[in-house]
């Protein structure tokens, strides 16, 4: 369909057929090397849209608009300048092209003169001199960006003063388990990572924008947002561990500057300054300054490492160390707890903070050349190397030194002197008063600088201290202001958006730096963060919770958008993770898992509460869709019951925001009740009409849902108004979800419309009858239908409605612009559905027995708070003689249907002949439609009424004529009972298809309704029963 016949092209203009490279080899600035210039003599018959591709340059044999396929085609972004590329709408291969002489194609012979390029694809090659050039943003590879990164930030103060004293207590097996628990935890959430962060095109924001556009704005935002501030926070902590160490070192050195408090201030004020200088140079120094540390922490490990095999001199000796020993080993094998904090879950909840930090790389992920490989890549490496260096560490500290030492040269003894007690006996040392005394202030177990001690050269390891705290300071001094950017861009939150303002080539937080500069000053200057770490630390592990749900959501799911090029995950182990996550959180300290979880909370439910207008394709939303496909099916297996039976309603509102009384009254009782579908017609040829219901559907969705209607909207094209009806009626809903009730508004001006609309609006009657559907009519004094205040005061989209009150269809004004965001902007009209009641009644006229529809739409509408005030009357048609019989009979009805209505009115006199002067307007109101045919044979009147079946035989009035004064007398009644009343419910007549005439049928119920000034409903059900008191 797409291809078209031309006029045969000499050799010199399109000659020969193109392969895919050839297509394929677009030049860098944007256009193709086939792009039409002037000059050309091919024409092309493309539309104008397409900017890229030319009937005569994408051919395979065969002229056509078909392109090949490419990245632009599929990207969301483009380059400052370039011309956005697009494959061919379906409308361009599927409809008949106009040719567009305007735009040529390039000939060959010229192409194959500029190697490919045409004239102008030359000077956009070249780099397009006399314009700017755009410096290219720092982009770092998997090495430099994700696996130092990482391991600087999981490496910290723990590795060097708490890992040696952990292996004592627990022993060097348990210190083992320990440490692969909490490394089990954080591979598997860095496997969830690497799933996540291949699962398409990752962009900066880091752990927010993996959480955000995996599982939403609710649970993303909440954990940007806190994410953020415990990395500022954590900028504070590694601070003030450096200024500690810091002040330690001026304490030896007797050369405090002021105080030891005031101390740690000045050091860590002046350190988180430095450290913000080297971020604001850029991320080029930066990382500069990681790979520094990076490389200060490995010469204090390799330090390390030479200490244990160097022979231990004298002094080391009386401080517990003696090289490599089997029986040191053995001994540091098992266990010793000692102390309020000794045992396993104890020392567990100290060491796990140092096996976090796996984020640092994924949060620059804006940063990096290529995250979808870098983040697996580098945090999948830094996690193995740092749990090598722990294990490494526990296991040669473990076989060297002695669990209790006095570091007194006068305690060496001889071997083998008598009361000596203890491993270090058979080295020469007798440690056996301190160790009694618990006053040994060496050891494993008593110093905490053991690893300084072992080492070959000491102030390396405090060189190495220095390069953990600060490389850990700047990662997270980095990272937080990364993802509030991007949690700013999407505003989420209020008040934050002046921090999402980007500088330079990398568009760095300058703004985001400083705020995460003052949180940190503010926090160092507490100088004690022992209350505020585990918040931190339970922050932290409430991110990895997140990560590891969003893998296994995704998963689960069975999205077919979930395609992660990184393989080895598994959705259990990512839930497995993210429930040990959880338990952890409670195990360090369950009042910060409390108020980290009560914050999360706090933000989810602020950003439902806005519902923020994004749209990520969450697995959220696969997962709500998942839930409903099967509850809908699930449905279908379930045989239907009256005591479960639901007022589904398709509502033929047309435009939903033409008739908004009509959608109101619907929405209130079907609200978290039943199924609403608003039904459109759009009336015309369906090449012209296609287009409007395809760009509409969207604005009338989003307008019901600002008017907080719960309620489908859907529309079909059709050549007239009642075979559109007809389609709605027999393909809406989906399984058991489907109308069982048509609901439209009353046909105002029957009498002035051309006939055949009031046969089609009869006839859509008897279809809804046909198939078994329930029928409600609405009417109000007023009307229903507002486009032409629309029209006049906001929404121009639209011109009148050829029959502006038959509830249904539209047509769209020609040459009119559509902008469906114009629907949900415009102002929404208030009705009497919107506005509480009060104590007025509901009156309900049971006249005839339909199945208790009549009587269950206003029960539930006197459900709602709206309406609970009011009072609900029944009346019911009877015999004078009979009428305590009958009112007790129909007052013990209503009582088993348990709808809790008491007031029950008998219309005795319902029978009576009516007023003379409202017989005389009936008959005044038919007149119009009569035939006037003399009382003829039935077939000389089918003649008579050939062409005009709406008109009204004398035979049909005569026979008709005591339901017609039954219609009079019933419109008094309501006059005198219900003048005043909030709401009518009324059962009205049904005509007889083919006996009753559509004109006559409109009198009846023009006479019932008319001159009420409440609304009134006429509600006819299907005849079949929708209330039961049986329980089964």
Not at 269 to 282: H, P, Y
Not at 315 to 344: C, H, L, M, T
Not at 448 to 470: D, E, K, R
């Amino acid at each position: 369909m797409a291809e078209l016949s031309i006029p045969d092209l000499s050799p010199a203009r399109c000659s020969g057929r193109f392969t895919i490279s050839t297509l394929l080899g677009m030049e860098e600035g944007g256009r193709g090397p086939y792009t039409p210039t002037e000059g050309s003599s091919c024409d092309s018959v493309q539309p104008t849209h397409l900017s890229s591709s030319t009937l005569c340059t994408r051919t395979f044999g065969y002229n056509t608009v078909d392109e090949v396929p490419a990245y632009d085609h599929y990207a969301n972004s483009k380059g400052v300048g370039d011309p956005r590329k697009g494959r061919p709408s379906l409308a361009d291969l599927h409809s008949i092209l106009k040719p567009d002489p305007g735009r040529l194609c390039t000939p060959v012979s010229d192409l194959q003169q500029s190697n490919g390029l045409p004239e102008a694809g030359l000077e956009e090659a070249e780099g397009k001199p006399g314009r700017d050039s755009v410096p290219e943003p720092v982009r770092f590879g998997w090495v430099k960006g994700v696996m130092i990164r990482c391991m600087l930030n999981i490496w910290g103060v723990i590795l060097y003063l708490r890992l040696p004293w952990i292996t004592a207590q627990a022993g060097i097996a348990l210190t083992w388990l320990i440490i692969l628990m909490s490394v089990t935890v954080t591979t598997i959430t860095g496997l969830s990572i690497s799933a996540i962060s291949t699962n398409g095109k990752v962009k900066s924001g880091g752990t927010y924008f993996l959480i955000s556009r995996s599982l939403g704005p609710e649970l993303g935002g909440s954990i940007g947002l806190i994410f953020a501030f415990a990395n500022a926070v954590a900028v504070a902590m590694h601070t003030v561990g450096f200024a500690e160490t810091v002040r330690d070192l001026l304490q030896e050195h007797n050369s405090l500057i002021v105080d030891p408090t005031n101390d740690i201030r000045i050091i860590g004020v002046i350190t988180v300054t430095v450290l913000l200088g080297i971020s604001l140079a850029g991320m080029e120094w930066e990382a500069k300054a990681q790979i520094l540390f990076f490389l200060v922490i490995l010469v204090s490990f390799i330090n390390y490492l030479v200490g244990t095999v160097i022979p231990a001199t004298t002094e080391k000796q009386a401080k517990g160390f003696f090289s490599y020993r089997a029986d040191i080993f053995a001994q540091n094998f098992v266990p010793n707890w000692r102390g309020p904090e000794g045992s396993f879950f104890g020392l567990f909840s100290i060491f796990f903070p140092s096996a976090t930090g796996i984020l640092a790389g994924a949060n620059i992920s804006g940063d990096l050349k290529d995250p979808a490989v870098a983040i697996p890549k580098g945090t999948l490496m830094a996690i193995f190397w740092t749990t090598v260096s722990y294990l490494v560490l526990s296991a040669t500290i473990g076989a060297c030194v002695v669990r209790d030492a006095s570091g007194s040269l006068n305690d060496s003894v001889a071997v083998g002197s008598p009361g000596c007690e203890g491993l270090a006996c058979s080295f020469g040392w007798n440690f056996t008063a301190c160790t009694q005394q618990q006053s040994c202030r060496y050891g494993l177990s008593n110093y905490y600088q053991s690893m300084s001690m072992v080492s070959g050269f000491g102030p390396l390891i405090t060189a190495g201290i220095f390069g953990a705290t600060l490389s850990s300071a700047l990662a997270c001094l980095v990272s937080a202001p990364k993802v509030f950017q991007c949690l700013c861009k999407d505003q989420l939150y209020p008040l934050i958006g002046f921090f999402g303002k980007g500088y330079g080539r990398n568009s760095e937080p300058i703004r985001g730096y400083m705020l995460t500069y003052v949180i940190a000053i503010g926090f160092i200057l507490i100088a004690e963060l022992n209350a505020i770490a585990p918040i931190i630390s339970n922050f932290f592990l409430c991110s990895y919770a997140l990560i590891n749900f969003s893998c296994f959501h995704a998963s689960i799911t069975n999205s077919p958008g979930w395609r992660p090029s990184f393989r080895y995950y598994s959705k259990w182990a990512a839930l497995f993770g993210a429930t040990v996550s959880v338990v952890i959180m409670f195990l360090l300290t369950w009042w910060a898992a409390l108020i980290a979880f009560g914050i999360v909370i706090f933000l989810l439910g602020y950003v439902l509460y806005k519902k923020p207008d994004v749209n990520w394709g969450s697995s959220m939303q696969a997962s709500s869709y998942n839930m409903a496909l099967n509850y809908s099916v699930g449905l279908s297996e379930v045989d239907e019951h009256i005591k479960n039976y639901r007022p589904q309603c398709l509502v033929l509102t047309g435009p939903p925001n033409f008739r908004p009384a009509l959608v109101d009254f619907v929405g209130t009782f079907t609200k978290n009740l039943s199924l609403m579908l608003c039904g459109n017609v759009l009336i015309g040829p369906r090449k012209q009409k296609m287009p409007e219901s395809r760009l509409m559907a969207d604005g009338h969705t989003k307008w019901l849902m600002k008017r907080k209607i719960k309620a489908f909207y859907t529309d079909v094209v059709a050549e007239d108004l009642r075979s559109g009806v007809q389609m709605l009626i027999q393909a809406a809903g989906l399984g058991k979800m489907r109308p069982n009730i048509l609901v439209l508004g009353y046909k105002r001006n029957w009498r002035t419309a051309s006939p055949q609309s009031l046969e089609d609006y009869v006839g859509i009657l008897h279809d809804a009858f046909d198939f078994k559907y329930g029928v409600c009519l609405m009417r109000m004094k007023e009307g229903l239908n507002v486009s032409r205040v629309l029209q006049a005061h906001v929404n121009p989209t639209f011109e009148a409605a050829e029959h502006p009150e038959n509830g249904t269809g539209s047509r769209a004004a020609p040459g009119t612009a559509v902008d469906p965001t114009a629907l949900a902007s415009e102002q929404q009209a208030s009705t009497i559905f919107q506005s509480k009641q009060g104590k007025k009644t509901i009156d309900i006229y049971w006249l005839f027995d339909d199945g208790g529809l009549t009587l269950l739409i206003p029960y539930l509408l006197g459900r709602k708070k709206r309406w609970g005030k009011c009072k609900i009357r029944v009346f019911v048609g009877g015999q004078i003689n009979r009428m305590d019989e009958e009112r007790k009979a129909i007052v013990s009805l209503l009582s088993k249907f348990r709808l809790g209505f008491h007031e029950v009115h008998i219309l005795p006199d319902i029978n009576q002949k009516p007023r003379p002067e409202h017989i005389k307007r009936f008959d005044e109101l038919i007149a119009p439609f009569r035939l006037n045919d003399g009382f003829k044979d039935e077939a000389t009147v089918n003649e008579m009424r050939q062409g005009c079946p709406w008109k009204i035989s004398d035979e049909e009035v005569d026979k008709n004529r005591a339901k017609s004064l039954r219609q009079v007398r019933l419109n008094e009644i309501l006059l005198d009972y219900s003048r005043d009343a909030a709401l009518i419910a009324i059962t009205p007549p049904i005509g007889r298809k083919g006996r009753c005439p559509s004109s006559l049928y409109m009198a009846w119920l023009e006479t019932l309704s008319q001159d009420l000034r409440p609304p009134i409903i006429l509600t006819r059900g299907n005849q079949e029963n929708v209330l039961t008191f049986y329980c089964q």
